[in-house]
């Protein structure tokens, strides 16, 4: 049975950090490239960074520098460490999988599986 836990979103002030984890049950995550977006309200899903099944890496402008993408396949669990955060980092963030490569990864296309969500809000 596949399953996706995704947890760490909550709310924080600007310039603080949070790290957000995707736990994937019933995959076998080595095969796959795990990729986080973002959908803010009335706008359209963002893909943030992705990280290829051996481990290479891509990040949206938007974020580089700040944020960084790592994965424990033991675990079975793909994290997003986010710092300096800012307002406009605020969404409800999405993890998906994708078999093997990051190439297309801000195309949610490319996914074949997708967890529920879990929302980052950034106020002072």
């Known amino acids: 049975q596949l399953q996706f836990v995704e947890s760490g979103g909550d709310s924080v002030q600007p310039g603080q950090s949070l790290r957000l984890s995707c736990s994937i049950y019933?995959?076998?995550?080595?095969?796959?490239?795990i990729g986080w977006f973002r959908q803010a309200p009335g706008k359209e899903r963002e893909g943030v960074s992705c990280i290829s099944s051996t481990g290479g890496t891509n990040y949206a402008d938007s974020v580089k520098g700040r944020f960084g993408i790592s994965r424990d396949n033991f675990k079975s669990t793909v994290y997003l460490q986010m710092n300096s955060l800012k307002p406009e980092d605020t969404a409800a963030y999405y993890c998906?999988?994708?078999?093997?490569?990051?190439?297309?990864?801000?195309?949610?296309?490319?996914?074949?599986?997708w967890g529920q969500g879990t929302q980052v809000i950034v106020s002072s």
């Open positions: 019933g995959l076998t995550l080595n095969n796959y490239a």
């Open positions: 998906a999988a994708a078999l093997y490569s990051c190439s297309a990864y801000t195309d949610s296309r490319e996914y074949d599986f």
